[in-house]
């Protein structure tokens, strides 16, 4: 039971808020929901740089089904306005905290995520266990192959769960396909992709940011 502990600090973590609480009304309800549970409710977002979100989107989207190719994905998905998204959390919970971070080396404590994190949330990492990185982007040998079987195959299952056919071919044929590089953006495509995103990364920049000469 919360009541019951004697801890100082609670840490929750999960993807689904940035994805789904993304309105006034559903950032209210949840903030209520912690600050009658807590004293205090701080919180701590990463922004990560739009080329790296692009390519990262598009290995998940193969991963679950997709066949389109990697410039289709970029002209539907290069507009990725983190000013747009923090907004309303700025309007809801306040500057005072909504502390933001940067995903890139230059802005994290010794270059490292977890450095930085525990920095921030005034967390001592030693002695904590480092996990291995899971759920990587795919090579663009895998995504190839996954573009194939995603021709032919459903990646799911009618039950919902995975296919079994289809993870068969891929334990098979995957070691053959892995080798190849990760998927990376041209220096045109970033420059293109950072334009596009521009008006909303200065907006951050200068409200968060302001000694950066750009946010990232």
Not at 73 to 80: S, T
Request: charged share 25%; proline share 6%.
């Amino acid at each position: 039971m919360l009541a019951d502990t004697s801890l100082p600090r609670f840490i929750a973590s999960s993807e689904h808020i940035h994805a789904w609480i993304t309105t006034p009304e559903r950032i209210a309800a949840l903030d209520l929901f912690l600050r009658t549970r807590f004293s205090r409710v701080d919180y701590l977002l990463y922004l990560r740089p739009q080329e790296e979100l692009v390519t990262s989107g598009y290995s998940e989207a193969v991963r679950r089904g997709a066949r389109h190719d990697f410039a289709t994905h970029l002209a539907r998905n290069g507009r990725i306005d983190h000013w747009r998204a923090i907004k309303p959390w700025l309007e809801v919970v306040g500057r005072d905290r909504l502390r933001l971070r940067l995903m890139v080396p230059n802005a994290l404590e010794k270059q490292d995520l977890l450095e930085d994190f525990c920095a921030a949330a005034g967390l001592d990492l030693t002695g904590l266990a480092r996990p291995d990185r899971v759920n990587t982007a795919l090579t663009q040998g895998e995504i190839a192959l996954r573009r194939r079987l995603n021709a032919v195959l459903p990646v799911q299952a009618p039950t919902g769960g995975p296919n079994p056919h289809y993870a068969r071919i891929l334990r098979l044929l995957g070691p053959l396909w892995s080798g190849s590089a990760r998927l990376e953006l041209s220096a045109a495509q970033i420059a293109d992709l950072r334009a596009r995103n521009a008006a909303g990364n200065e907006k951050i920049r200068k409200r968060f940011f302001h000694h950066r000469p750009a946010l990232f």
